[in-house]
């Protein structure tokens, strides 16, 4: 007996008087909050989809796009909101805990803006 095989595309191994197929998962890339409230929302709320995404191999990559996402909007918003407010290095060498308030609110801000169009989507 022949110790590989190849059909429809699987290589099958054979192990005592058995083959059994050689089969490899994707990558599996490291998720962050984001991508895991996405998850968690798809299990949910969108069990469709959720179970399309997981039968196709591409869940994880989908999430880890989601976290991508959401943290560079996030980067980009409070970026944004500083520059608009007025919030600079003289703010928080006069004001410190006005200008920690401020950040704060602008980061509260910014991640509730993702949350509602980029992860619960």
């Known amino acids: ?3 590989y095989i190849e059909q429809n595309g699987i290589t099958y191994e054979l192990r005592g008087e ?3 197929p050689l089969l490899e998962l994707p990558e599996q890339k490291e998720i962050g909050k984001y991508g ?5 929302y798809l299990k949910e709320h969108r069990k469709g ?11 994880n990559q989908r999430l880890y796009e989601i976290d991508l996402e959401a943290k560079q ?16 290095e003289n703010m928080k060498a ?3 805990l ?6 704060n609110n602008i980061k509260a801000s910014a991640e ?9 989507v």
């Open 1 to 3: 007996m022949k110790k």
């Open 18 to 20: 058995q083959y059994y």
């Open 36 to 40: 895991r409230l996405h998850l968690e």
């Open 49 to 59: 989809r959720y179970t399309n995404l997981l039968s196709e191999g591409t869940l």
């Open 73 to 88: 909007m996030i980067e980009s918003i409070i970026t944004l909101l500083v520059a608009e407010r007025g919030i600079d």
């Open 94 to 96: 006069r004001d410190m």
């Open 98 to 103: 006005r200008w920690v308030a401020e950040m």
């Open 112 to 120: 509730e803006i993702v949350l509602r169009e980029v992860v619960y």
